[in-house]
């Protein structure tokens, strides 16, 4: 007799050639207008990404963390959540903020300095962006002990890279979560690099595998799959919201561009490895399978990149028309009450600028 095999490490449901793949502990039933749905969010994503990295190189950002490479494993889990769930990013989640509803024009103008957010956390339940590493993990928890008391029938996510888990705070917001139970679902995107540091910098075992040091499930899915990531974060949600507590999802992903605009990835990794991530790209295995399935047309293909095109096009105009903020908005929303510190300094500040010639 031969044993059962035990499923696999990786869970996928959709290989690169877009071949329909099933895994015993992961079901996914999709409507085609529902995978069509998902493929035009991954195009619309990709481009909005490839109009500020161009914006950026033009002088019209200051900077831009790139996704790319990345559009499944956050389409997937952003279109896991309900509107009542609560999504704490970190400084890369385009694609978690489009499925939030964000407007990218918000994203592009906290990158050009001219706000520090620009959107309403609770308006979209898609918090603002953080550049400390992993401190959003511990904010995610306490949300999620919140709304535990609150009884809600919500879950909590966070989203965090593989460098950020050898962070002090993300190893503490496990602890929280775990002894209190709390409805969040830690959604690492290992994109095997952490600026210039490799991924085996950080651990010596797949870093899925941690959760179980904390006491509690930890699961590795394919990140460029994005019906495995969609799957894998509603079940991880589902837990959450029936009290069963935290899951750590690592998505296996790649960073296909550099870790910002001011990075350079050729200093320190060889191009084999971005050729062999290529071929796994997440946009062109749900057109394959699209196409194979006859679940699409070409029309329908032309019709989603003229879409892409104008939304590039518009994004970049509204971009452009941004007006600067006045000098002295920089001493708004510091405190929620008027503060007469504040107010003094702004005075200060105002009569400075007057001393200069306009
Ligand atoms: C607390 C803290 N330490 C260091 C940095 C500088 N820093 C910015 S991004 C980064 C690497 C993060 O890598 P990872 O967590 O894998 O996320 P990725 O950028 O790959 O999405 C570092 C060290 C920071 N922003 N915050
Ligand atoms: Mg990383």
New binding site residues.
Partial sequence: MTAPMAPPELVQLLTPEGERVEHPDYEIDLTAEEVRSLYRDLVLVRRIDLEAVALQRQGELGLW?SLLG?EAAQVGSGRALTDADMAFP???EHGVAWCRDVDPLHLLSLFRGVNHGGWDPQEHNFHLYS?????QTLHAVGYAMGIQRDGAEAATIVY??????S?G?VNEAFIWASVFNAPVVFFC???Q???S?PLEK?SRIPLYKRASGFGFPGVRVDGNDVFACLAVTRKALAAARAGQGPTLVEAFTY?MGA??TSDDPTRYRVADELEAWKLKDPIERVKAYLFRGQLADQEFFDKVEAEADALGKELRRRCLALPDPAPEAIFQHVYAEPHALMAEEREQYLTYLAGFER
Avoid: K, L, P
Wanted: charged share 15%.
């Fill in positions: 963390a990345q970190t400084y890369r550049i400390v590493i992993g401190s965090f890279g593989d460098g950020a888990t962070q705070d995107q290992n994109n690099w952490a600026i540091e950080q960073r870790h910002t």
